[in-house]
């Protein structure tokens, strides 16, 4: 008979850590996500980009200088010069702002395809088994919808399902994601 309730007590042990180790695991995603988004979105600048941006004001700075007639002439070749880099600065943005793009969307949909797989060998190992117990006056109008595919209660406490706790969870991280 011992035996049976050290089960009962490692089992429940198991449940109460099963809701906080779902709900890391999916903020833990759901952070990796917001990283690289926003990584995408602003790439930071290169040394060459910053060393071209340098030269154009260097030259337009030098082409205002020349303001006599007289010096018409090289004027007007620094701000050639100076069109000349700001189109190879914008060719060179283009390629890299697309590189990153291209890369950043491959890391984005491999980060997808593996929150998907999670989620599913999380349901699947969790299926028939609650993932934690709460309180029903707590959730007194939700009742239903937490204990979804796990029925029962013993003691005046819901037992909460897999999908609505990883519904919750998906919903509480991106919140907190959007915080920080």
């Known amino acids: 008979m011992m035996n049976m309730g050290e089960g009962g007590i490692l089992d429940e042990q198991t449940r109460s850590l099963a809701a906080p180790f779902v709900f890391v695991i999916v903020i833990l995603f759901q952070f990796a996500t917001k990283r690289l988004q926003d990584l995408k979105r602003g790439a930071s600048k290169t040394d060459k980009e910053m060393q071209l941006r340098e030269e154009i004001k260097q030259l337009l700075k030098e ?21 000349a880099k700001e189109k190879e ?7 890299v702002t697309q590189e990153m793009k ?29 993932v934690a117990s709460v309180s029903q006056h707590l959730v007194q109008p939700f009742g239903r919808l937490l204990s979804w595919k796990i029925w029962g209660s013993s003691d005046n406490f819901l037992q909460v399902g897999i999908i609505p706790w990883l519904i919750l969870c998906s919903r509480v991280s991106k919140f907190v994601c959007r915080l920080v």
Do not use: E, G
């Not at 205002?64 to 069109?83: D, E, G, I, N, V």
């Not at 950043?104 to 395809?113: E, G, H, N, S, T």
């Open 63 to 83: 082409a205002a200088s020349y303001s006599q007639p007289s010096t018409f002439a090289q004027a007007a070749k620094l701000r050639r010069m100076a069109a």
């Open 89 to 95: 600065l914008a060719n060179y943005q283009t390629h």
């Open 102 to 130: 291209l890369s950043y969307d491959l890391y984005l949909k491999v980060l997808f395809i593996a929150k998907v797989l999670l989620h599913i060998v999380l349901v699947l190992w969790f299926w028939s088994s609650p």
